[in-house]
């Protein structure tokens, strides 16, 4: 069955995939969140892969001292 994927950076949207695998070069994964009394959990994040692409960039670029 064919879904259609939202990425909840920049809400581009796709059709492809399954439920448990996104289309080619998009990732899933769980990211942390803080509720309102100051819980913490975790929640299903969906980015499209230009969005996977700059979050790598960010996340390995230059330190700043």
């Known amino acids: 069955m064919a879904l259609v994927w939202q990425c909840d950076r920049c809400t581009r949207i796709s059709n492809g995939g399954n439920v448990d695998d996104p289309p080619d070069n998009w ?7 803080r509720g309102s009394e ?15 692409d700059l979050l790598y960039d960010w996340l390995a670029g230059p330190r700043k001292a």
């Open 38 to 52: 100051g819980a913490r959990s975790t929640r299903v994040v969906t980015i499209c892969g230009e969005c996977d």
């Open 27 to 33: 990732r899933q994964f769980d990211a942390p969140v």
